[in-house]
């Protein structure tokens, strides 16, 4: 059902609750709100529904950090993009929201406004949130937006998700996550982590919340190169119409006639028990409601989570340059010459994090790392597209699909895949900061978390986190991931509501 919170209500909230969660980062005035949207469109679906933004997407009205010190007091001149057609639609922009620094996170611990904190136990009965070993994240990088949906701060809000940080966030909160296909919404105005990945996402209570949203806000956009144009576009929702037409649905609930693939490469060893029994319950369920469940592999799924560290880095460090002190951001005062502000503004600028990444990145494009492993890391992502390709009933529209690409004999095939969204339900706070060991193994370890959202990102697919069930020990939520082929983002939304 569609969300009826009103921006006051949410507003109030804000003010009782953000000390304790640490949702929001900014927060919009009052007059603000009370004032008449500027450029109000003739239509407008999102009437007055209270909306938060991550922090890396532009607003003229409130600051723009990415939760880092490089960008403490920025103000963009424009909004971006998706923030014009929420307006114009009516929405009202409540705050905009806590992430890990420029994204770079599972856990949204490492922000320079301080770690987001999971709302789950506090909603019910305000338990203290102050002892980091029973504390539980709230996920990252889109931790502010999950925790603002979860507690009821904002109907909608949105995400960005490069490898995950949408999705995951969703699950350790148990709200809904969906990351739409890559360049099916503007990314103008978006900060960018590693632009082949970055999409803009969205989450909410329900799929209805979050679809409202979307169809305001999934539009061509001249000023991104890599929105979809306008007549593949439209290609796709013939397609999609026509998939709808051929299946017969009846009831609301009923699934006969959808084939779901469960790959079973997401089987994997650091998967909790609590998750596969969910996932398990997960697939009965669907099977309970008509649903065909179809076994299926994805052979190349192990290489995703390296292909994605090195993919994401090496792009991350270049989009990070611009970072240089001179045009906007931190401008180092201690700088001794003129030379150094470059290198001083960016020491002091950028947290421990961000600094691992970009010297990772930088390292993987450099020559000899860039054979060994920048380009297997490319054709590792290539491997990946084509295994999805192998088992999704509908084409891609971006690549041929003739048995020479597909590699010969084609496998069963399925409309959507269903896996989990994490492999575990959120850790504690404590668990997730990274430990003091000289070889920073904490820091890599906490990389496995991707290890379920990271495959659809490469092959640009759009994939959401519905909640699905509880965990038995800690009562924490978890999440499962439905995948679906590249551009079937409303046959998705469609499909997931009927399950949720
Ligand atoms: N956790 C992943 C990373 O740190 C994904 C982040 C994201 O999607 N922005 O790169």
Same mark, same amino acid.
């Given at each position: 059902?569609?969300?009826?919170?009103?921006?006051?209500?949410?507003?109030?909230?804000?003010?009782?609750?953000?000390?304790?969660?640490?949702?929001?980062?900014?927060?919009?005035?009052?007059?603000?709100?009370?004032?008449?949207?500027?450029?109000?469109?003739?239509?407008?679906?999102?009437?007055?529904?209270?909306?938060?933004?991550?922090?890396?997407?532009?607003?003229?009205?409130?600051?723009?950090?990415?939760?880092?010190?490089?960008?403490?007091?920025?103000?963009?001149?424009?909004?971006?993009?998706?923030?014009?057609?929420?307006?114009?639609?009516?929405?009202?922009?409540?705050?905009?929201?806590?992430?890990?620094?420029?994204?770079?996170?599972?856990?949204?611990?490492?922000?320079?406004?301080?770690?987001?904190?999971?709302?789950?136990?506090?909603?019910?009965?305000?338990?203290?949130?102050?002892?980091?070993?029973?504390?539980?994240?709230?996920?990252?990088?889109?931790?502010?937006?999950?925790?603002?949906?979860?507690?009821?701060?904002?109907?909608?809000?949105?995400?960005?998700?490069?490898?995950?940080?949408?999705?995951?966030?969703?699950?350790?909160?148990?709200?809904?996550?969906?990351?739409?296909?890559?360049?099916?919404?503007?990314?103008?105005?978006?900060?960018?982590?590693?632009?082949?990945?970055?999409?803009?996402?969205?989450?909410?209570?329900?799929?209805?919340?979050?679809?409202?949203?979307?169809?305001?806000?999934?539009?061509?956009?001249?000023?991104?190169?890599?929105?979809?144009?306008?007549?593949?576009?439209?290609?796709?929702?013939?397609?999609?119409?026509?998939?709808?037409?051929?299946?017969?649905?009846?009831?609301?609930?009923?699934?006969?006639?959808?084939?779901?693939?469960?790959?079973?490469?997401?089987? #994997?060893?650091?998967?909790?028990?609590?998750?596969?029994?969910?996932?398990?319950?997960?697939?009965?369920?669907?099977?309970?409601?008509?649903?065909?469940?179809?076994?299926?592999?994805?052979?190349?799924?192990?290489?995703?989570?390296?292909?994605?560290?090195?993919?994401?880095?090496?792009?991350?460090?270049?989009?990070?340059?611009?970072?240089?002190?001179?045009?906007?951001?931190?401008?180092?005062?201690?700088?001794?010459?003129?030379?150094?502000?470059?290198?001083?503004?960016?020491?002091?600028?950028?947290?421990?994090?961000?600094?691992?990444?970009?010297?990772?990145?930088?390292?993987?494009?450099?020559?000899?790392?860039?054979?060994?492993?920048?380009?297997?890391?490319?054709?590792?992502?290539?491997?990946?597209?084509?295994?999805?390709?192998?088992?999704?009933?509908?084409?891609?529209?971006?690549?041929?699909?003739?048995?020479?690409?597909?590699?010969?004999?084609?496998?069963?095939?399925?409309?959507?895949?269903?896996?989990?969204?994490?492999?575990?339900?959120?850790?504690?706070?404590?668990?997730?900061?990274?430990?003091?060991?000289?070889?920073?193994?904490? #820091?890599?370890?906490?990389? #496995?978390?991707?290890?379920?959202?990271?495959?659809?990102?490469?092959?640009?697919?759009?994939?959401?986190?519905?909640?699905?069930?509880?965990?038995?020990?800690?009562?924490?939520?978890?999440?499962?991931?439905?995948?679906?082929?590249?551009?079937?983002?409303?046959?998705?939304?469609?499909?997931?509501?009927?399950?949720?």
């Amino acid at each position: 059902s569609l969300s009826t919170l009103t921006w006051t209500d949410c507003l109030d909230r804000i003010y009782a609750h953000n000390d304790k969660i640490n949702a929001f980062v900014s927060i919009q005035d009052k007059a603000v709100l009370d004032s008449p949207n500027k450029q109000l469109g003739e239509d407008t679906p999102l009437n007055n529904m209270p909306i938060a933004v991550k922090d890396n997407f532009c607003t003229s009205t409130l600051p723009t950090t990415c939760g880092s010190n490089m960008l403490k007091d920025f103000m963009s001149p424009y909004d971006a993009t998706v923030v014009d057609l929420m307006s114009q639609a009516g929405a009202k922009l409540i705050g905009k929201t806590n992430m890990d620094e420029f994204g770079m996170g599972s856990a949204n611990i490492y922000s320079d406004s301080g770690a987001v904190k999971n709302p789950w136990d506090y909603k019910s009965n305000h338990t203290a949130l102050d002892d980091p070993s029973l504390v539980r994240v709230a996920g990252g990088s889109s931790g502010g937006s999950a925790a603002a949906v979860a507690m009821n701060m904002c109907s909608v809000a949105l995400g960005s998700d490069t490898g995950g940080s949408v999705r995951l966030p969703a699950a350790y909160c148990g709200v809904v996550g969906f990351k739409p296909s890559y360049g099916q919404i503007s990314r103008t105005g978006l900060v960018a982590y590693a632009n082949s990945l970055d999409t803009v996402g969205l989450l909410g209570q329900s799929v209805q919340d979050i679809s409202t949203v979307y169809n305001v806000i999934s539009r061509y956009d001249e000023k991104d190169p890599t929105s979809i144009p306008v007549d593949l576009r439209t290609k796709i929702v013939d397609q999609e119409n026509e998939l709808f037409q051929n299946w017969q649905v009846s009831a609301s609930g009923d699934l006969s006639g959808l084939r779901v693939g469960i790959p079973n490469e997401y089987y #994997v060893d650091q998967l909790s028990s609590e998750v596969l029994d969910t996932w398990r319950n997960g697939i009965q369920s669907l099977r309970d409601r008509g649903a065909s469940i179809v076994p299926v592999s994805l052979l190349h799924t192990k290489y995703a989570l390296p292909a994605y560290y090195i993919i994401a880095l090496a792009e991350a460090s270049s989009n990070l340059a611009r970072f240089d002190g001179v045009r906007y951001g931190h401008h180092s005062q201690n700088a001794s010459g003129t030379d150094l502000i470059y290198a001083d503004t960016r020491a002091e600028g950028f947290g421990s994090e961000v600094q691992r990444r970009i010297l990772l990145g930088t390292h993987v494009l450099t020559a000899g790392t860039y054979e060994s492993h920048f380009l297997p890391a490319q054709q590792a992502r290539r491997m990946i597209v084509n295994d999805f390709n192998k088992v999704f009933l509908p084409k891609n529209n971006l690549i041929r699909n003739d048995t020479a690409t597909l590699g010969g004999d084609v496998p069963q095939q399925v409309h959507v895949l269903l896996t989990p969204s994490s492999i575990s339900t959120a850790p504690t706070l404590q668990d997730s900061l990274p430990t003091q060991s000289k070889d920073n193994h904490g #820091v890599v370890d906490a990389y #496995v978390n991707d290890v379920m959202t990271v495959p659809a990102s490469l092959a640009g697919l759009p994939a959401i986190t519905i909640p699905f069930g509880r965990s038995a020990t800690n009562g924490y939520p978890i999440g499962l991931q439905l995948i679906g082929q590249y551009g079937y983002d409303r046959f998705l939304l469609d499909i997931s509501a009927r399950i949720e």
